[in-house]
């Protein structure tokens, strides 16, 4: 899961991005509302944090503007103001929850699950395609009684390409989905894990196949 933080105070958005990459998320952050408004508008994330009081755009205002674009990304609000008032013009606005600074680690964990839950496809910890299953707990992929170890990256790629079925996935959708925005990676680095996963794919005796796309990107397709 790929979460944004827009959050002004430095300390907090960096203590909040360790929480949640301990707890197997990848996290990006925007330090200003301009910046966050165009980084969540990418369509990359599955959750945004999302702090009220920012520079150059108040939290409300991107919200606003994001919702005005048609993006449903799950928005949890952050805010030390906790007037009745400001909590209802922040889910008026669009936001899905608002929690009040200062909170617990483990309250803001158990939001973002929540909000999560909205979305079908993330609730799985057993995904499957085809003759595949990719276990979310273990990092093993698995083809009837034969089964591999994933490292981190392998099954970050593995799982968009399942959740995507019959999509095709641009190698700009990769790169900032599996690397962010601030990586030097290149598309190399996008077809070096790609090789890894074929690789794998054979070693298991899979039916699935992860089919090249030409100037496009990749999909999975199945015999």
Not at 8 to 14: G, T, W
Not at 90 to 100: E, F, H, I, K, S
């Amino acid at each position: 899961m790929r979460v944004l933080i827009v959050e002004d105070e430095v300390r907090l958005a960096a203590s909040l991005q360790d929480l949640l990459e301990l707890n197997g998320c990848t996290a990006d952050i925007s330090h200003d509302g301009e910046s966050g408004l165009d980084n969540a508008l990418s369509g990359i994330y599955d959750v945004i944090l999302l702090d009220v009081m920012l520079p150059k755009l108040d939290g409300f205002s991107v919200c606003r503007r994001l919702r005005a674009e048609g993006d449903s990304t799950p928005v949890l609000m952050l805010t030390a103001r906790d007037q009745v008032e400001d909590r209802v013009e922040g889910l008026d606005c669009g936001a899905d929850y608002y929690l009040t600074k200062p909170f617990e680690p483990r309250e803001l964990l158990a939001c973002v699950r929540a909000l999560t839950r909205r979305q079908p496809e993330l609730r799985a910890d057993l995904l499957e395609y085809g003759d595949l299953k990719l276990d979310k707990n273990a990092f093993t992929l698995s083809c009837g009684q034969r089964s591999v170890r994933l490292s981190r990256r392998e099954f970050d790629l593995m799982e968009l390409l399942m959740r995507n079925q019959g999509l095709v996935l641009t190698k700009e959708t990769l790169l900032l989905k599996l690397w962010g925005y601030e990586s030097d990676a290149e598309d190399n680095n996008v077809e070096v894990y790609i090789s890894f996963l074929r690789k794998k794919l054979t070693h298991l005796r899979s039916q699935v196949k992860i089919k090249t796309i030409r100037l496009v990107g990749y999909c999975l397709e199945t015999a």
